[in-house]
């Protein structure tokens, strides 16, 4: 490889990729411990792969301790996939031990920390332990980096090579798959037969290509017999790392078309020379009839190069064949290895930047980028919608014509802007996938058996909402784990089962994301809580509050029932925190308690940036929008329809169930609305408390997609609104919370709602001074 | 009105690193390093904020009221997709509601990471102002909150008293003002 590039870069990008292999190597290893007895060897495989990609960047870049422990791990990973040392539970705990000095190390290089290694001397011994431990078994099948490394015929390691060592990322495969006997294809009559002649240019090679993916692609097709080409092989002293050699006839059945086998050499069609034709008598192997010539391809020069050519017979010497592969060293991501083998088992978050080979299946965008798309469509529907509104205004013709005009355009922006808003939007999976982890360390640490049981990871949510969702989640996860379980003599006695079962789910619903925490513990302890709050100053004495109230009490600042601080929890920031998350995200939680049943905790949070459907309503001169996703209906309730409850507060009856009416225009104080709910309208909307509420307001304008713009940019939340948008004519529209107007209209706000109109007083005479 | 793009504000400002230890008042020695603000007016008074923290001046346009906010809240305004809260100063100072009309402008400035618009009279002017011109406030002046003053200068004979933007509206200044956003927990 040339060194004149800028390695900062590539380090930027290395860094990146180490924290989505490390997350990844989590998440495999996470599967590894929940079903030790029954191993996946595909997982294993994963996880070698991450951690061996790790190490060949570290290599690259010299960082000798990221290369050096990485190695003690993928050895005794590449042990345990060979199935010469089977996996325990002491041996997983190691396992995701050592990713997380792994991530340490990473973490260090990056910050450009020097690190010593002696810190984690003991997790490399448990892990040199368990790699010697079945030693002696049978190493002759074992083709690990050391095997390799052994200087071959065809193995010349010169000083680059060395270099690029770190970078042989293919080796990692070898023991993957038996490469099929002659006897295998052969017996196989029934499928055409192909003769493939692949003479790479010597020059291959730097354009980042690489062999190797072009067997195994050509292998995924069918039946494939391999033979190596080394006439081109320079002596040694004249071999140069980065150009290609070899050449490669292969003897291909399958029931592929040519086209498909075409399409594996799609990139490297202009720098080879390459030839397909079908074999019609399966058990001749010379081609009779040339179906398909490539532009570059030069017959006449290939057919004497097969002349000269000293086949080897690959399936004897399977490892003299991927050594002969690795001979020409290619610093390519092992991503790529793995796509071209099974893209459609792998993760699309890892692929690779740079596929050499077809079907790459992301990219790596700078999320600035995206965002800076996201705002212009949302510019473009505001835009569009000015426009048409302005066109309504239009003489009669004219706006006629215009209307078709304007309605394809508002299909196309919509489309784009759902296309672009899918690009942010990623599943929780990336989040939930980090909890049983969590739980298994802290129940085992703890003594309780828990089992982690997540439903709905694959709901998507904004990137931003993802990000943020980490620290409450886990903060909750460990407080239900903590707090919310009994031990198990507790349990026993309270006649539970032995293990606790937590639930994790996700869900879309009234267009957020709705995520719950439940467990079967035995749920918070009023009494406690009350005795706490009281002891903290955080209410009086004297109080009235509701159950649900007393529950609520947790997320008040400065609270922490745990009766001992434990390194687990209870340092008394905890759900206060979370709450305060949540909020800034523009988020709710509330807490569900039942005493000895358990306790669920339930948080909804906007899918932000998302356009938003909403009924736009009139309340006296101000107009808001609704979101649509939770209107259920609209009514025009008669007067007997209406009952005053003893609270002062007024519910409509729809069909036999009574539902409780908000007053909109008595919460925002709005001017000129109507107050008797027999002369208005009630929009009956679905809130995540309250069940069913019916909004009181004057009409109903129509129905208009938004963009929801943040209110709490330039300033702070406000009560009963969740966020802003832009309407037709340019000006600010409000959007309800309807959740929020709830809670405001159900007491409990009243006494405050007070108070604050005693702060802002208080705000106005600061404002006045002492004059007044 | 007119808005003050920033390559102006630059211009303007090309004085603000020639400082030394000059005397005088004049507001053309560039030895001395200059401050200049923006001046506007609320009734006959004059008031100046610093050209820095200006992102914009527009006319008043109607702005969207938000429930349950104080009285010199005037609503948010849509600045090219932000959505910017608009204060009354004049209401803010206890001068009573501006009757806003086409004729007023808005004042676009940055505070910490925040955009807020402030509601005025009129702009009158850019002045360049020497630190030693700046005078400290009489602590007898009571008309308005002087926390918000960083100071006095005098232009021809009037009196410009200068604002600081970053106390006016502080982080503890818009949460008292918006309080009731605050879902907070406190069952106080």
């Known amino acids: 490889m040339p060194q004149d590039f800028d390695l900062d870069q590539f380090k930027t990008t290395y860094f990146e990729e180490c924290q989505e292999l490390l997350d990844s190597a989590e998440e495999h290893l996470g599967e590894l411990q929940s079903n030790f007895a029954d191993v996946d060897v595909e997982v294993l495989h994963a996880i070698f792969r991450c951690v061996h990609s790790i190490k060949g960047g570290a290599g690259a870049f010299n960082f000798t301790e990221l290369v050096n422990f990485s190695h003690v791990f993928e050895t005794l990973l590449d042990r345990l996939r060979d199935g010469h040392i089977s996996l325990n539970q002491d041996m997983t705990e190691t396992l995701l031990q050592a990713t997380d000095v792994l991530s340490n190390l990473v973490q260090c290089a990056k910050d450009q920390k020097a690190v010593d290694l002696n810190d984690w001397q003991d997790i490399i011994k448990k892990l040199e332990a368990f790699t010697n431990a079945q030693d002696e078994v049978s190493n002759e099948t074992l083709l690990d980096i050391e095997t390799i490394e052994q200087p071959k015929e065809v193995y010349n390691k010169t000083a680059e090579e060395e270099e690029e060592q770190g970078w042989g990322l293919f080796i990692d495969d070898v023991n993957e798959e038996p490469l099929s006997t002659i006897e295998d294809v052969i017996c196989d009559e029934t499928r055409p037969c192909y003769k493939i002649l692949f003479v790479p240019e010597i020059h291959l090679l730097r354009f980042a290509n690489e062999p190797l993916l072009l067997v195994r692609e050509l292998k995924s097709l069918g039946d494939c017999i391999v033979q190596v080409g080394t006439d081109r092989m320079p002596s040694l002293k004249e071999m140069k790392s980065d150009e290609a050699y070899l050449s490669w006839t292969f003897i291909l059945h399958t029931d592929r078309s040519l086209q498909d086998i075409e399409e594996v050499f799609e990139f490297v069609v202009d720098d080879c020379e390459l030839a397909i034709t079908q074999i019609i008598d399966d058990a001749e192997v010379h081609p009779e009839k040339n179906i398909k010539k490539k532009k570059t391809a030069k017959k006449e020069k290939t057919a004497k190069k097969e002349k000269t050519s000293k086949a080897v017979k690959i399936q004897d010497t399977t490892k003299d064949d991927v050594a002969s592969i690795t001979a020409e060293p290619k610093p390519t991501t092992p991503d790529q290895v793995t796509h071209s083998k099974k893209p459609d088992k792998e993760n699309t978050d890892q692929a690779a930047s740079a596929g050499t080979l077809t079907k790459v299946s992301s990219i790596r965008v700078d999320l600035d980028r995206v965002d800076k798309l996201v705002n212009m469509v949302g510019e473009l529907v505001i835009t569009q919608a000015m426009l048409k509104q302005q066109s309504e205004d239009l003489a009669n013709d004219a706006g006629h014509i215009m209307a078709q005009g304007f309605e394809d355009l508002s299909g196309y922006t919509r489309e784009l802007q759902e296309s672009v808003m899918a690009i942010r939007m990623q599943p929780v999976k990336s989040v939930f996938a980090r909890m049983p982890r969590l739980v298994r360390e802290l129940s085992s640490k703890l003594n309780k058996k828990i089992d982690l049981i997540t439903a709905g990871e694959m709901t998507e949510v904004d990137k931003t909402v993802i990000e943020q969702l980490m620290d409450p989640l886990t903060h909750m996860i460990r407080n239900s784990v903590d707090h919310g379980i009994e031990t198990e003599e507790e349990r026993f006695q309270s006649g539970k089962p032995e293990r606790a079962q937590i639930h994790l789910n996700a869900e879309h619903r009234s267009g957020r994301i709705q995520i719950e925490i439940i467990d079967d513990g035995k749920g918070i302890d009023r009494e406690r809580v009350l005795q706490k709050a009281i002891e903290k100053g955080i209410i009086p004495e004297k109080h009235d509050l509701l159950d649900e109230e007393i529950d609520n009490l947790i997320f008040a600042p400065g609270f922490s029932t745990a009766d001992i601080v434990t390194d687990v929890s209870g340092r008394g920031v905890g759900m206060d925190v979370v709450k305060r998350n949540i909020l800034n995200l523009g988020g709710r939680i509330s807490v569900f308690s039942k005493p000895g049943h358990g306790t669920r905790f339930l948080m909804s949070l906007p899918l932000t940036l998302a356009v938003l459907d909403g009924m736009i309503i009139q309340c006296g001169v101000e107009k808001y929008i609704i979101p649509l996703t939770s209107v259920m209906e609209t009514i025009n309730p008669i007067k007997e329809e209406l009952n005053t409850m003893v609270n002062g507060s007024v519910v409509v009856s729809v069909r036999g169930e009574y539902i409780r009416l908000v007053h909109l225009h008595r919460l925002f104080n709005v001017k000129g609305a109507v107050d008797n709910p027999s002369n208005g309208l009630v929009v009956i909307t679905e809130t995540e408390r309250y069940g069913l509420v019916g909004i009181l307001v004057d009409e109903l304008l129509g129905q208009q997609q938004v963009v929801i713009k943040s209110l709490e940019e330039n300033y702070d939340p406000i009560s009963g609104i969740s966020a802003a948008t832009i309407l037709g004519n340019g000006k600010v529209g409000l959007i309800l919370d309807v959740d929020g107007l709830a809670e405001m209209e159900h007491g409990g706000d009243r006494n405050r709602l007070g108070n604050l109109k005693q702060q802002v007083l208080m705000t106005g005479e600061q404002a006045h001074g002492i004059d007044r | ?188």
């Open chain 2, 1 to 188: 009105m007119a808005s003050i793009d920033k390559g102006l504000m630059t211009g303007f400002n090309s004085t603000h690193h020639l400082s030394s230890n000059g005397q005088g008042s004049d507001l053309q020695t560039i030895k001395e390093e200059q401050l200049q603000y923006i001046t506007f007016t609320i009734g006959r008074e004059e008031y100046g904020v610093d050209i820095m923290v200006v992102r914009e001046i527009k006319a008043w346009s109607e702005t969207t009221h938000l429930p349950n906010t104080p009285e010199f809240m005037r609503g948010v305004l849509n600045l090219r997709g932000l959505i910017v809260p608009i204060f009354d100063l004049r209401c803010r100072f206890s001068m009573g509601l501006t009757e806003a009309t086409k004729m007023h402008v808005v004042i676009i400035v940055q505070v910490g990471k925040r955009l807020v618009g402030i509601l005025v009279d009129t702009v009158s002017d850019i002045i360049s102002v020497g630190k030693s011109a700046i005078q400290e406030i009489p602590r007898m002046d009571r008309n308005i909150d002087d926390e918000y003053l960083s100071g006095l200068v005098t232009i021809e004979e009037r009196m410009v008293a200068l604002l600081d933007v970053e106390l006016l509206f502080n982080e503890k200044a818009i949460e008292t003002g918006v309080a009731f956003g605050e879902t907070a927990v406190a069952l106080k």
